[in-house]
T-cell receptor, first 109, second 114 residues
Framework: TQLLEQSPQFLSIQEGENLTVYCNSS?????LQWYRQEPGEGPVLLVT?????EVKKLKRLTFQFGDARKDSSLHITAAQPGDTGLYLC?????????FGSGTKLNVKP | NAGVTQTPKFQVLKTGQSMTLQCAQD?????MYWYRQDPGMGLRLIYY???????DKGEVPNGYNVSRLNKREFSLRLESAAPSQTSVYFC?????????????FGEGSWLTVV
């Protein structure tokens, strides 16, 4: 099993604050994806990062893949209530995606 | 835009009963997956099918069987349900198993085994 540890597990912040979520592993991954899941629904892909050191931006979300391709971070600028949800990272190796346990984000208005 | 459809949405089983979760995708994807999601555990892969006619074990296959009925459909069977199988089950599909492909998930099936 290729473990992905996400931190923090829970995060409750006020609208307008910035935050960073981390995804760490001792394994090297070919690629890494971030998903967001809302209650009662399946996860939805936000981004895929492939190259070590890669940075991708999606509006107020910035994703970074570590140089060694073992870790990743998700930074949200000026969080909004619509960002509330469970954020999951998933690392790819050997035909499979291995998911982290998730960070539950609550953004209060 | 149906995407990935799974049934039933909710099910309560008694220990020892059997049941099948059905899944169908309309995106002409080659690969399909079954995951379970438990609190604090994230999503764990039960079985996957890289292409029609093939199935492979994931991280937690014990107690489950799968059938790739055709390109569209991938079912998950619990032969003798146990309380440890209480979970939310997600079916998913992607164009292929290769890195970088988007995985599309269904809405989930809530299963309780009493």
């Amino acid at each position: 099993t290729q473990l992905l540890e996400q931190s923090p597990q829970f995060l409750s912040i006020q609208e307008g604050e910035n935050l960073t979520v981390y995804c760490n592993s001792s394994s090297v991954f070919s690629s890494l994806q971030w998903y967001r899941q809302e209650p009662g629904e399946g996860p939805v892909l936000l981004v895929t990062v492939v190259t070590g050191g890669e940075v991708k931006k999606l509006k107020r979300l910035t994703f970074q893949f570590g140089d060694a391709r073992k870790d990743s971070s998700l930074h949200i600028t000026a969080a909004q209530p619509g960002d509330t949800g469970l954020y999951l990272c998933a690392g790819y190796n050997f035909n499979k995606f291995y998911f982290g346990s998730g960070t539950k984000l609550n953004v209060k208005p | 835009n149906a995407g990935v459809t799974q049934t039933p949405k909710f099910q309560v089983l008694k220990t020892g009963q059997s049941m099948t979760l059905q899944c169908a995708q309309d995106m002409n994807h080659n690969s399909m997956y079954w995951y379970r999601q438990d609190p604090g555990m994230g999503l764990r892969l039960i079985y996957y099918s890289a292409s029609e006619g093939t199935t492979d074990k994931g991280e937690v296959p014990n107690g489950y069987n799968v059938s790739r009925l055709n390109k569209r459909e991938f079912s998950l069977r619990l032969e003798s349900a146990a309380p440890s199988q209480t979970s939310v089950y997600f079916c998913a599909s992607s164009e292929s198993v290769f890195s970088g492909n988007t995985i599309y998930f269904g809405e989930g099936s809530w299963l309780t085994v009493v």
